[in-house]
T-cell receptor, first 114, second 110 residues
Framework: DAGVIQSPRHEVTEMGQEVTLRCKPI?????LFWYRQTMMRGLELLIY????????DSGMPEDRFSAKMPNASFSTLKIQPSEPRDSAVYFC????????????FGSGTRLTVV | SQQGEEDPQALSIQEGENATMNCSYK?????LQWYRQNSGRGLVHLIL?????REKHSGRLRVTLDTSKKSSSLLITASRAADTASYFC??????????FGRGTSLIVHP
């Protein structure tokens, strides 16, 4: 398995633009997580899905953020409109079951909003 | 917050020495996990230890868990320059969904 695949690796966009981050989890992993990492706040859980259904989105900072998982092999995190404070590294991770196994993280998307 | 807190924030040692990092947390857990993150990369899972376990080993890694003190430690024996990374503990606060601490930055000098 190629692991969790995220794209793009780097994204530079102007304030106000829409940004879409993509994730392909490991096949057979029923849980998918989106995290954001910054120096100031560390690693924050934004939202997670179980069997493609959003379970907890309480970490999504505001309505500008939305996430979808249309099928078991694909998820998106969208920011519209983007702001400079959204600059961070966004990670996707998947797990067969969080209580039994650890997460497998993707390599992340480094987002810079100018 | 239910997230763990690692201590120290930064650790600098010589190759061959042992490195010990600690994690303290506030609420009861089902399990605790340790991860490593190399610069510019995603986190890599190292060890998961359940609340009814006291110690686990994986290669040069040894993790202990003391639920009475709400603390865990990660020991890396005979460290190598390649162990240079940030190390995070993740606690689940009873929900099986872990939250991460701020990490310990380890530098191993060759």
């Amino acid at each position: 398995d190629a692991g969790v695949i995220q794209s793009p690796r780097h994204e530079v966009t102007e304030m106000g633009q829409e940004v879409t981050l993509r994730c392909k989890p490991i096949s057979g992993h029923d849980y998918l997580f989106w995290y954001r990492q910054t120096m100031m706040r560390g690693l924050e859980l934004l939202i997670y899905f179980n069997n493609n259904v959003p379970i907890d989105d309480s970490g999504m900072p505001e309505d500008r953020f939305s996430a979808k998982m249309p099928n078991a092999s694909f998820s998106t995190l969208k920011i519209q409109p983007s702001e400079p404070r959204d600059s961070a590294v966004y990670f996707c991770a998947s797990s067969p079951f969080p209580g039994m196994d650890g997460y497998t993280f993707g390599s992340g998307t480094r987002l810079t909003v100018v | 917050s239910q997230q763990g807190e690692e201590d120290p924030q930064a650790l600098s040692i010589q190759e061959g020495e042992n490195a010990t990092m600690n994690c303290s947390y506030k609420t009861s857990i089902n399990n605790l996990q340790w991860y490593r993150q190399n610069s510019g990369r995603g986190l890599v899972h190292l060890i998961l230890i359940r609340s009814n376990e006291r110690e686990k080993h994986s290669g040069r890694l040894r993790v202990t868990l003391d639920t009475s003190k709400k603390s865990s430690s990660l020991l890396i024996t005979a460290s190598r320059a390649a162990d240079t990374a940030s190390y995070f503990c993740a606690t689940d606060g009873g929900s099986y969904i872990p939250t991460f601490g701020r990490g310990t930055s380890l530098i191993v000098h060759p």
